[in-house]
């Protein structure tokens, strides 16, 4: 079994540091909540955006940024079936972001909507012209004598008179 400690150095030192850099904790603590003397600080990375703030539910736990797994880089993981390094920090909301969590796709909403309707468009396209360009039958349409068989089918008084329900 090759242990970690092989593979690290095996690999290049630029490719290390990146790789584990989303593992590694700040060197100065954020605080959290209150004013810096009385909050109680956590090592949680200073990625946030402009007006984002740190979660209060963590309580420590770094936050992570909410980028799927799926869109790393396939290879030199230390598992790669998930793409992630021995001892790697998880991410709060693992189920959504791993490899088995919703697909992450490449194309936008109004590219889908776009190939949809020339798809849908084709469909319709193409069933006009196959119904417009249907040959006729080819036998005559059968006729039947005495107005369509009418006398001898019982007549319109049968259609159109409603049925008798016995009340017993």
């Known amino acids: ?18 790789r584990f850099a989303s593992t590694i904790a700040p ?25 984002e703030e740190i979660d209060p539910q963590l309580n420590g736990y ?5 980028i799927s797994n799926q869109q790393r880089e ?11 390094n ?5 991410h709060e909301s693992e189920d959504v972001i791993g490899m ?19 798809a849908f468009s084709l469909i319709g396209v193409a069933s006009y012209a196959l119904i ?3 040959l006729e039958r080819p036998v005559a349409q059968r006729t039947y004598p005495f107005n369509g068989l009418e006398k001898e089918l019982g007549g319109k008084e049968v259609a159109a008179r409603p049925e008798e329900v016995d009340e017993e």
């Open 1 to 18: 079994m090759i242990r970690p400690a092989m593979l690290r150095a095996a690999l290049p030192r630029r490719a290390i540091a990146t």
């Open 132 to 134: 417009s360009s249907r």
């Open 100 to 118: 088995w969590g919703p697909d992450v796709h490449k194309t936008s909403p109004w590219s889908a909507l776009f190939q949809l309707s020339v």
């Open 27 to 51: 060197a100065s603590p954020v605080t959290t909540s209150g004013t810096p003397d009385v909050a109680e600080t956590s090592y949680i990375p200073q990625r946030l955006s402009p007006g």
């Open 86 to 90: 021995f001892g790697e920090v998880m």
């Open 62 to 66: 770094p936050q992570l940024p909410n």
């Open 74 to 84: 396939p290879f030199g993981w230390w598992d790669r079936q998930e793409r992630k």
